[in-house]
């Protein structure tokens, strides 16, 4: 069977997806793409709870799937939320404009 | 009526509270009634006391009276207690006496000052630590009077606030004495471990019980007792503050700084003489002192212009005359002499008030002369004054300094050596007072003068007069306080160049200030010698140096760390919070995507952590 | 009982002037001075004593007791053994006295001054009052610490609020120090009382029972440190002295006055009562670092009183130098050097209270405290001139007057035990006139300064109200300086007492 | 044969996946990064299939591809930026936008119609039905479930809340200046105590 060389492969794609996503985060200064790339991400983690999972071929990775996606879109609902008050009151979505944190 | 022994320092102290208590705002009639009239009651009283006092046998004539105990702890237990003997009573003599006289001729003085009430407030507190000190039965109650009249004597020579000068002459006295007394206190507190008492009939006859002769013990209390009675007396080294303090009114100089206070340490050492008995050294030391602050003060004497300024160092002269006779183990001369003292040095600055007084308060010799025709009265008192501390027979001062100089050369502390210098302390002594008579009452007249006339102004004056004239003939009852010294003989030789010099002195004066012959003022007006006479007008360049060691560094240190360096070291700690605070803050810089990037790789930290050590 | 009472008084009183307060600033006023009436006359019944036999056993305890005058024991918290343990000796008696007076006064110097939230100033007034009498008289070591910190808390406030221009930092600076060394104090107090548990297997918190604990000596040493360094704090003592020239200095009136007076005395108490008693082994090695913390205190404090130009931190200084003596006197532990400490917190506290209600007294009427903006105050101010040499005069220790007795009898005891300490201390004598003479002339000698031009006429002397408040403490220092038996007798059977706990008898 | 060709698919649909994201990340207009999105999302979720999980390979279209998607839209539409949007318009119509993206989903397509149709995922990894995730959602994952639901409802909320345009109410920071006005006046007039 392929299973054991195929999962490691799924898992290194799975990594890929998440650095790259990690790359999109920190490069981007937009921030719906930080958002989108933080999906990607989100993605990258489901789909290795998933080959987790059937490689076992048990349901649990897929439920930690569900709570991820679940997750993601409360999170996505919420930031994008944000998003849209930090353009009204800046006028930008460059995340660089936001520094009241700044210690 | 010796029951009313403690009404002479009471009534000074009452007129003190009852002055006070008016704030200065009663009449100056009541003032002075107030002020004068309770140094002359003292006065009263003490002669009263006196009177019974030479009724008792000879054996009996000690005075004790219990007022109440003052501290107590452990084995101490000091009384308000008062002590009358002698040598006590000769000094309240003196003080109330005297005292009351220059309050008489004060009320006059100052009459017109604005602060007339405040002088006799200072005054009366002054006469009463006076006699506390005089009569104390233990070294504890002797410190307070010791303390309380340093406290007037501030008080009065600062008396003229508004000048700074005269704050810091003031200033200048407390301290120095101070420094003294530290000592002083020093020695108590070795006293009181070594014999546990401070009773000083108790310490003096356990001091003879304890330590044999030349005790090490004894010798450094009775050399750190000889620390305070140095500063009060204004002895060498603690000197330099005597001169400054004639910034005071001039009949508290009279009063305090010639009769009375500065005297102190010769009573002190006289009252603890047994102590010093028991140490030749110390002996040795007071008698050191004694000489060369005679000498020393009566060179600067020579060349001070200053009129006050030069009866200032000559207190300073005769009172280490004084001390050199304590040094000798002439007790009872030095007592004598400080009598004495009193009437011919309070005389001349009482009659020096008047003269100042009446030239508009120009103190300036060179700025007087020819003031004979002026004021007759204090020119004659003037004369007797001088010829007392010239030590001229047969005034007061004669006999006295005459006692002293017969004992110097027979004594084993004193000798040959020291004797010459008191000799030619006492020709100095000639020089500068006759000099001082001479270019003040002769010569052409310089300034304007009013002489200032009056009952208050003349009395004194000339009952001081009378006093220093004849006071040489007084018997002081110091047989049964004070060891006798018995009669010494010296060779007539001796006798004759004692007495002689002085008249040679005044002489040399005469020729010099009178006569003004030119060869010998061309002597002392160019060369090594006016060099010297600068050397001599600055005190020896004590003050100079006092300076230099103490007072600059002291202020530039304390100028140096006025914010107190300890302060730093919070200060370390919260800068070095602050600068954690920073570089911390740095990492906070508000950049959503540098906190993304520190959180993964915070993260992969913790992971690598996780995976390899796992 | 009085003691609870006294207690109790003052935080109910000082509870009730807070909330008058909202009615109107008098009735608080006229609220606290009725409690502190009040509290003082409780106080004044707290010399006769309510204790038949002075040597009374404390339940549970056969240490050496002292000679307790008062005693007051109820169950607090048993599960930790903590007790509601309340017990005056003389030296208690005395201090507690010598806090309602200067409550007194405080009250006095407070009236015209505080103006903004008035109930509440009283209230912390009263409850630091409150705090500071519960200290001298508590002896169980938690039921100490709890009044130890509700003394801090509201002087706190009354930095802070009601301060002057820097009252934020200074009442911080205070807090830190204070605070940071109470921590000590307790790690100290709990690290003691479990050793006890240990060794005895019940728990307590009282002082007697904590007598005489077999430690050891390295332990024994850091626990006297925890002690030690806190008490220092607030003695305050070189080198954690710093905090007392700022708050005392932007401290309103009231506020230094109580600090001065009082609150620098709980640590001289806190050394007395607690650091030798309980650790007599630890503090006898201790000594030779206690001594010359306290020399150099004397003498760097007077040295840098000298040089200061602001009144307020000047007398501060000279409060540091006076507690050296202080410091010096209890380390010496001999009967004389005891009672001498004791008569100079009395002194000190009569005196450095006068020093800071005149420096008070000066800003509110010249709105300065720079010494350089005064000058020739005699001729405008005569009745206040001559209160400030008083009290100046009282500071550099003259004969008579409060300060020298308690100067006099620490020197002369500690030259009995350690000479060297004694001699180098004496030098204050010199330097102590230096500050206070420098005081004297710079405010009120020479000619009025430029910045005092015109307003010099049109300033207030002192009034009856403040005659009234300086004449007392003024009779309260000739009293002591003439007949300080009338203290002493209160003192020396307690001390004898003490003394016996600590080293050499 | 089969797995040669299960490999293939799997290694292409990684491929695509890879590419299409890099390709999102590096987009300089967010509706082409959407795009790509959509087409990383759709070949996440054929990976998912191949591994034997048909549900959650149809929640990742359903959810991703659709609902999220949908969001992000909405968001950038009602960003709506001024002048820039007018430029977006027109670059918008250039097939540089949706070239690659379409090119990519197409590559998916290929690759995904003959996985549907060879039966790969009886022999790919173990097939893990929807009933067997559902018995364990709501056997011992049952907190989860409720946790996810939560977690939605306060999304929702959150998003409703802070999302919600401004009201010109005047209350409520009225109350907010006045409270810190009070506090002023607790510490400010004692400056002139001084």
Request: glycine share 10%; net charge neutral.
């Amino acid at each position: 069977m392929v299973d054991v060389a195929l999962i490691d492969h799924v898992f290194i794609l799975a990594a890929i997806l998440f650095c790259l996503g990690l790359v999109g985060v920190l490069v981007r200064r937009n921030i719906i793409f930080m958002l989108i790339s933080m999906e990607i991400m989100l993605n990258a983690a489901g789909l290795a709870f998933i080959a987790a999972g059937s490689a076992w071929g048990q349901p649990d990775g897929q439920v930690m799937f569900l709570a991820v996606v679940t997750l993601g879109a409360a999170e996505v609902a919420v930031a994008l939320g944000l998003t849209l008050l930090l353009f009204r009151r800046y006028q930008s979505v460059d995340v660089d404009n936001l520094k009241e944190l700044r210690g | 009526m010796l029951d009313w022994l403690w009404l002479v320092p009471g009534l000074p102290f009452l007129g003190f509270l009852i002055l006070f208590a008016g704030q200065g705002k009663m009449p100056k009639r009541w003032t002075t009634l107030v002020g004068v009239g309770s140094v002359g009651l003292a006065a009263l009283v003490t002669l009263l006391i006196a009177v019974e006092f030479y009724g008792t046998p000879e054996a009996a004539l000690t005075y004790r009276q219990t007022l109440w105990t003052w501290m107590e702890a452990g084995s101490l237990k000091p009384g308000f207690s008062l002590y009358l003997d002698g040598l006590a009573l000769s000094m309240l003599f003196v003080i109330t006496g005297v005292g009351f006289l220059i309050h008489l001729y004060a009320s006059g003085y100052m009459y017109e000052d604005e602060d007339f009430p405040r002088f006799f407030t200072y005054t009366n507190l002054f006469v009463a630590a006076m006699v506390m000190l005089v009569l104390a039965d233990n070294l504890v109650l002797l410190f307070l009077g010791w303390e309380g009249v340093g406290l007037c004597s501030y008080l009065l020579i600062g008396f003229w606030y508004r000048d700074p000068e005269n704050g810091r002459c003031a200033r200048k006295a407390f301290i120095v004495t101070r420094i003294g007394d530290t000592a002083f206190a020093i020695g108590l507190f070795l006293l009181f471990r070594e014999l546990g008492t401070l009773d000083i009939q108790d310490a003096m006859s356990a001091a003879t019980a304890t330590w044999p002769r030349d005790s090490g013990t004894a010798t450094l209390i009775a050399v750190l007792l000889l620390g305070g009675a140095v500063g009060k007396s204004a002895q060498l080294p603690l000197q330099t503050w005597l001169p400054d303090a004639m910034a005071g009114p001039t009949p508290v100089s009279a009063l305090i700084h010639a009769a009375t206070m500065v005297t102190a340490g010769v009573y002190l050492i006289a009252r603890t003489h047994v102590l010093f008995q028991l140490s030749t050294d110390a002996m040795q030391l007071v008698a050191l002192v004694g000489v060369l602050t005679l000498l020393m003060s009566g060179f600067t004497a020579l060349t001070q212009t200053d009129l006050k300024r030069i009866l200032a160092y000559s207190t300073i002269s005769q009172i280490g005359y004084m001390f050199l006779a304590l040094g000798v183990g002439a007790w009872s001369s030095a007592i004598f002499h400080l009598m004495t003292h009193a009437f011919f040095k309070a005389l001349l600055f009482l009659t020096a008030g008047s003269i100042i007084l009446s030239v508009h308060h120009q103190q300036d010799i060179f700025k007087m002369g020819g003031l004979r025709k002026a004021l007759p009265v204090p020119f004659a008192t003037f004369l007797v004054g001088c010829l007392g501390l010239t030590a001229l027979p047969p005034t007061s001062g004669f006999f006295s300094k005459e006692q002293i100089l017969n004992a110097v050369w027979s004594s084993p502390t004193g000798g040959q050596l020291i004797w010459a210098g008191a000799v030619l302390g006492a020709f100095i002594t000639a020089i500068y007072t006759f000099r001082m008579f001479f270019i003040v009452f002769f010569g052409e007249q310089q300034t304007e003068a009013h002489e200032h006339k009056g009952f208050k102004f003349h009395v004194p004056l000339i009952v001081l007069a009378v006093l220093a004239a004849v006071g040489g003939f007084f018997h002081l009852p110091l047989t049964s306080a004070l060891p006798h010294a018995g009669h010494d003989h010296v060779p007539l030789g001796v006798e004759v160049t004692a007495i002689a010099l002085p008249m040679v002195g005044v002489l040399l004066a005469y020729l010099l200030f009178y006569r003004q012959i030119p060869a010998l003022r061309q002597l002392f007006e160019t060369g090594p010698l006016k060099s010297l006479a600068a050397f001599f007008y600055s005190g020896w360049a004590m003050d100079w140096l006092y300076d230099r060691l103490l007072v600059k560094p002291f202020v530039a240190l304390a100028r140096w760390n006025s914010k107190d360096l300890v302060d730093q070291l919070p200060a370390v700690v919260s800068r070095g919070a602050a600068l954690f605070h920073r570089l911390l803050s740095l990492s906070q810089n508000g950049q959503l995507r540098y906190y993304v990037a520190t959180m993964a790789l915070a993260s992969l930290v913790v992971m690598a952590v996780a995976v390899y050590t796992g | 009982m009085q003691l609870v009472w006294i207690i109790v008084c003052l935080f109910a009183g000082g509870a009730c002037a807070g909330i008058a307060g909202r009615i109107s600033a008098d009735a608080s006023r006229w609220l606290s001075l009725a409690t502190l009436v009040v509290a003082g006359l409780l106080g004044l019944s707290l010399l006769q004593p309510s204790l038949q036999d002075p040597s009374v056993l404390i339940a549970g305890s056969d240490a050496p007791q002292g000679q307790w005058l008062h005693l007051v024991q109820a169950i607090w918290i048993p599960h930790f053994g903590i007790q509601f343990l309340l017990a005056a000796d003389g030296i208690s008696v005395v201090l507690i006295l010598l806090t309602l007076f200067l409550g007194f006064i405080a009250l006095l110097s407070a009236w015209k001054e505080i103006q903004q939230r008035v109930g509440f100033f009283y209230f912390n007034l009263l409850w630091t009052l409150a705090g500071v009498v519960g200290i001298f008289a508590a002896l169980d070591l938690f039921l100490f610490f709890v009044f130890w910190e509700v003394m801090l808390i509201p002087m706190f406030l009354i930095i802070s609020i009601w301060g002057h221009e820097d009252r934020h930092y200074a009442a911080m600076k205070f807090f830190i120090y204070t605070q940071a060394s109470s921590l000590l104090l307790l790690a100290a107090m709990l690290a003691l009382v479990f050793i006890h548990w240990q060794q005895t297997d019940s728990l307590s918190f009282s002082w007697f029972d904590l007598l005489g604990l077999d430690l050891d000596p390295g332990l024994g040493m850091v626990l006297m440190l925890g002690f030690f360094i806190a008490f220092l704090v607030k003695l305050p003592g070189v080198p954690v002295h710093n905090w007392l020239p700022d708050a005392h200095t932007q401290a309103p009136t009231p506020g230094s006055v109580i600090l001065a007076g009082i609150l620098l005395k709980t640590g001289a108490y806190g050394l007395l009562r607690f650091i030798i008693p309980l650790f007599p082994d630890a503090a006898a090695q201790f000594t030779p670092v206690a001594l010359t913390l306290g020399v150099i205190s004397i003498l760097y404090a007077a040295k840098l009183a000298f040089a200061q130009n602001d009144i307020k931190r000047l007398i501060a200084y000279t409060s540091i130098s006076h507690m050296g003596f202080v410091l010096i006197g209890i380390f010496s532990w001999n009967a004389i050097a005891l009672q001498g400490a004791i008569m100079q917190m009395v002194g000190h506290g009569l005196s450095s209270a006068g020093l800071f209600a005149l420096a008070g007294a000066l800003q509110h009427r010249l709105h300065t405290r720079a010494l350089d903006a005064m000058g020739g105050l005699w001729s405008s101010l005569p009745r206040l001139a001559a209160v400030a040499m008083f009290f100046a005069i009282a500071a550099l220790g003259l004969p008579g007057l409060g300060n020298f007795v308690g100067e006099f009898l620490v020197l002369l005891g500690t030259f009995q035990v350690h000479a060297t300490t004694a001699v180098v201390s004496a030098l204050a004598m010199v330097v102590a006139p230096i500050y206070a003479l420098v005081l004297l002339q710079k405010g009120f000698f020479g000619p009025p300064s430029a910045a005092l031009a015109g307003k010099v006429d049109t300033v207030a002397d002192f009034g009856s109200r403040e005659l009234l408040m300086m004449g007392a403490m003024m009779l309260g220092l000739v009293i002591l300086g003439l007949f300080p038996r009338l203290v002493t007798v209160y003192l020396q059977p307690a001390l004898a007492g003490l003394q016996q706990l600590g080293w050499g008898g | 044969m089969q797995d040669t060709f299960f490999l293939v698919i799997f290694y292409v649909t990684a491929a695509v996946a890879v590419l299409s994201t890099l390709l999102m990340i590096s987009r300089l207009n967010a509706v082409h990064g959407l795009l790509y999105l959509i087409v990383s999302s759709l070949s996440l979720a054929i990976i998912f299939y191949l591994l034997g999980a048909p549900f959650a390979a149809a929640l990742e279209v359903i959810i991703y591809a659709g609902a999220i998607m949908i969001l992000f839209v909405f968001v950038v539409m009602m960003l709506n930026m001024g002048h820039k949007g007018v430029e977006q318009e027109r670059q918008w119509l250039k097939p540089g936008g949706w070239i690659g993206p379409g090119l990519l989903a197409l590559v998916l397509f290929a690759v995904f119609v003959p996985a549907l149709s060879g039966g790969l995922v009886s022999t790919g990894p173990r097939l893990v039905s929807a009933k067997a995730v559902g018995i364990a959602l709501f056997g011992p994952y049952l907190l989860v479930v409720e946790l996810a639901s939560f977690l939605l409802l306060a999304g929702l909320i959150g998003a409703y809340h802070i999302a919600r345009p401004p009201e010109i109410t005047g209350d409520d920071s009225d109350s907010l200046t006045s409270a810190r006005h009070h506090d002023d006046i607790a510490i400010e007039p004692l400056q002139g105590a001084g």
